[in-house]
């Protein structure tokens, strides 16, 4: 029986997941996936509602909120943390500079 390869740790999401994530690069912001978010080493950003639509209520009247976020890059697809240096692109070699050691997840079912 073949075991599994490849990443077989759950990645660390710092942030919510739900909003709406945002990279700016030269000056524009470009709406874009989880995995590319946690992994870009430049400015961020997330918008979520304040509140949930009551019955009845349109979702264009929902008051919304925007806030930077200035979590951890990690590396695409790892929990390894990189020294962030606003370079505008997305951290794929994990030979940059590392903030601390692979984090191991023990809590596999």
Known sequence: MAEKTGATVKKLYDFNTSGVLEVSI?????RTTSNVFRSFDGKRRITEPIKQ?????SMFDVPMHTYD???????????????RMDTET????PEMPVVEKLQINNSRI
């Open 53 to 57: 639509a009551g019955l009845g209520e």
């Open 26 to 30: 030269k000056g524009n912001w470009y």
């Open 90 to 93: 997305v951290v794929t070699n």
């Open 69 to 83: 976020y200035n979590g951890p890059v990690y590396v695409l697809l790892t929990n390894l943390e990189v020294i």
